[in-house]
């Protein structure tokens, strides 16, 4: 009879794309999630990669992609890098610009159109997307995002950097650490930031102070974070207010009444501890503060308030316990609404009370503790423990209980019209029996009518309901999002109590002193610094194998994430620059889904970092070319080298070829490092140690040949040794220092033969 009331419906997530055929193509993309009937849309510039499109489609999970035909290269493109998504394709002129005129009559007070004037994509999507749901304009909740407010980060950055998931699935992520959210609402956020953190350095730092202030008023902090951990999830209310439920949904429809009753006690507790505070000046002094205690003193809020006190009894209960959750879905509404209602309602009160009046008398018949419980498919029942079944077994139905070998005895007790004996068992399992009666099996029959009539009448008042709060639905949008803000930044001064950070401060360099990497703890790591400005951009880092080099360059990484979400971060001092994207080249694996060779992958992530590279970007390049030949390698690593140097990219380049450091070294900001045992500081590394870890691994005999080989090209290479044990190289080495090069070449020719 009763379903979950924390069920929500399967949620479906529809994108809609229109793209320009420039060079650089203009992307609009309008995004439809079904459980809020809210819409996301956008416009911003691309290339033919698609490297923004992609990540924002895998940031908010689409599961379906609208495109107009003929778009060969998105369409490809699309089937390789989001496979998990369906790709339907529609004839252009679904695409046509023809929705303007409704959003102006229907949106024109709740959103500004002005906005959206002459972003032509994004009509075309957002006109598209609308003809292919269906849908009623002034239904959906649009939000316009601006992108450039939000940092890029790749999806194979994020992957790279272990975000969300590490390498192996056990280890750690920046996530997992920075999750101490207790909502939904601040789950999600975090979610969004870590893939998308902020540019505007006013809102970090908003979020900043606020960190200060639980610091400085710990009575706030607990007080918000004891009330966070009981707040439902604003979403799956919205998702009720959008849903027109059928009368068998009437108890999941109770369900997220008692949800939404639930969000209003915490909301008038929090008033009630904002009006008793002594200071409330210091409450709203931060901005964030001041915006969340703004809304829920808003009069929309206290309407919904009234709106429910006048229909529903705020104080019916409701839990996982099914009867409480019965009495729920039939007192839920007062008393006097619906004359009817309350009719239907003493009818199954009375019948109830029969029930309890039969099993009083069987307990003072037979001196047993009897229990009435429901089951959703038999209706009441009696429940007895197993050790006293004895008492009363000669009152049993011989011809069920000779067949109890299972749980469920007879389906039908109803077919025992002439039974002589007093009880059926239903069942016998964890130490109790449970059974019925024909007298009880009738009473069911007669409460099950009158709760069907309870629900009829009270699924009508329900949907009158709904669409009175359904005109305030903006507030449930707004208070959502602000829940989620104020619960983030609870989260990351709970992440403060953890670790020894500070509050980065934001300027046009890079500098973080005595931080260790966030994944490690502090008695496990080694600290490190790290400077970076625009005198100095360029970063070479070189170092032996299994040094630190990558992991060094990752926490350079994961420390501007997340001075860029507004979390402290683990160190001493840190001066962070605000980097509009983070491109990262990482490791050299085949693709064998796009048919790419490890150094086409490569070839792909150079050539999206030098298309959005600038003055604004950290780039992470580790061993570039390591997937083709030596000189090649060099070629290539100088020439990228070059191009990021003179577009001042914050770049932290790691190479084991001393050779790219003499072709930079005429650059003044080209700075050097070293990194030895996970510590980096300022120099040129000599030392290469790949045969010594090789050793760990490998054959004697095979370490021994590589050391003869390594000495004879190194010093062939250095000029600095004399004697080999190849006559010839000796002879190419005297040829070099010798005056008379014939005479030299002569003895060579004598030696051959």
């Known amino acids: 009879m009763l379903m979950n009331c924390d069920r929500t419906d399967n949620q479906t997530k529809t994108a809609c794309i229109a793209i320009s055929r420039s060079t650089f193509p203009l992307v609009g993309l309008s995004i439809h999630e079904s459980t809020t009937n809210k819409i996301e849309i956008f416009e911003f510039t691309d290339n033919w990669s698609f490297h923004i499109l992609i990540q924002r489609l895998k940031i908010d999970s689409v599961n379906k992609i609208i495109i107009s035909e003929n778009q060969n290269v998105l369409e490809n493109i699309l089937h390789k890098e989001v496979q998990e998504s369906d790709i339907i394709i529609l004839p252009r002129n ?205 009069p929309e809020i206290s309407e919904i308030i009234n709106s429910i006190n006048k229909i529903f009894d705020r104080t019916a209960l409701y839990s996982h316990n099914t009867q409480e959750n019965i009495s729920s879905c039939i007192k839920i509404i007062r008393n006097g609404v619906d004359t009817k209602l309350d009719i239907s309602r003493q009818i199954y009160s009375e019948n109830l009370n029969d029930l309890y009046e039969i099993l009083s008398d069987y307990e003072s018949k037979y001196s047993l503790s009897i229990n009435l419980v429901f089951d959703s498919a038999k209706g009441y029942l009696f429940k007895i423990k197993s050790d006293e079944f004895k008492i009363i077994e000669d009152n049993f139905y011989k011809d069920i209980y000779k067949n109890q070998n299972d749980d469920i005895i007879r389906e039908d007790p109803f077919s025992i019209q002439n039974a002589s004996t007093e009880f059926i068992l239903i069942s016998r399992k964890k130490g109790f029996i449970l059974f019925t009666s024909v007298e009880v099996q009738k009473i069911n029959l007669r409460i099950k009518d009158s709760y069907l009539q309870v629900m009829e009448i009270s699924s009508k008042i329900f949907e009158f309901s709904k669409k009175k709060i359904f005109s305030f639905l903006e507030i449930f949008h707004i208070f959502g999002n602000i829940i989620g803000l104020v619960d983030l930044v609870i989260s990351f001064y709970i992440f403060t109590k953890k670790y020894k950070c500070c509050i980065p401060e934001f300027g046009d360099s890079l500098i973080v002193t005595e931080s260790h990497h966030p994944f490690f703890t502090a008695k496990n790591s080694i600290l490190n610094s790290f400077y970076c400005c625009p005198d100095l951009n360029f970063n070479i880092i070189t170092g032996t194998n299994m040094s630190g080099k990558t992991t060094y360059v990752k926490h350079i990484a994961l420390i501007c994430i997340m001075g860029q979400i507004g979390c402290p971060i683990i160190g001493k001092y840190a001066s962070l620059k605000p980097f509009k994207n983070i491109l990262t080249r990482l490791n050299s694996e085949d693709n064998m889904e796009m048919n790419l060779s490890s150094f086409a992958v490569e070839l792909l992530d150079i050539k999206n970092i030098l298309d959005f590279s600038d003055s604004n970007s950290l780039i992470i390049i580790d061993e570039l070319g390591r997937s083709t030949s030596y000189l090649d390698s060099i070629s290539f690593s100088v020439v990228v080298s070059k191009y990021l140097v003179f577009k001042k990219s914050f770049t932290y380049f790691i190479t084991h070829f001393n050779e790219i450091i003499l072709c930079l070294k005429k650059y003044q900001n080209v700075n050097v490092l070293k990194n030895c045992n996970f510590k980096v500081t300022s120099g040129i590394n000599k030392i290469i140690n790949g045969i010594e870890i090789a050793s760990k691994f490998l054959n004697p005999k095979i370490i021994n040949d590589s050391l003869e080989i390594k000495r004879n090209i190194s010093c062939f290479n250095s000029g600095t040794v004399d004697t080999f044990q190849n006559s010839e190289i000796q002879l190419a080495l005297q040829i070099n220092k010798t005056k008379n090069k014939e005479k030299a070449l002569e003895e060579i020719f004598k030696a051959r033969k």
């Open 94 to 298: 679904n695409f046509e610009e023809d929705i303007d005129s409704l959003i102006l009559e229907n949106l024109k007070n709740n959103f500004n159109i002005e906005s959206l004037r002459d972003k032509h994509f994004t009509l075309s999507s957002l006109s598209a997307l609308y003809k292919f749901l269906d849908k009623n304009i002034y239904s959906c909740f649009l939000e316009y995002i601006l992108l450039d407010q939000f940092m890029f980060i790749s999806q194979k950055t994020i992957e790279d950097l272990e975000i969300f998931k590490s390498k192996d699935n056990k280890g750690p992520t920046l996530y997992g650490l920075l999750k101490n959210t207790k909502t939904k609402m601040g789950e999600k956020l975090l979610k969004y930031n870590l893939a998308q953190p902020l540019l505007d350095t006013n809102e970090i730092t908003n979020r900043h102070d606020l960190i200060i202030f639980f610091s400085e008023n710990q009575i706030v902090f607990h007080t918000l974070e004891k009330y966070f951990k009981s707040l439902v999830d604003i979403d799956q209310i919205i998702n009720f207010l959008y849903k027109e439920r059928s009368d068998s949904n009437y108890e999941y429809d109770v369900g997220c009444c008692v949800k939404l009753n639930s969000l209003f006690n915490i909301i008038e507790g929090i008033k009630s501890f904002y009006q008793k505070y002594e200071s409330k000046e210091i409450l709203t002094k931060n901005l964030i503060l001041k915006d969340f205690f703004n809304i829920i003193f808003r």
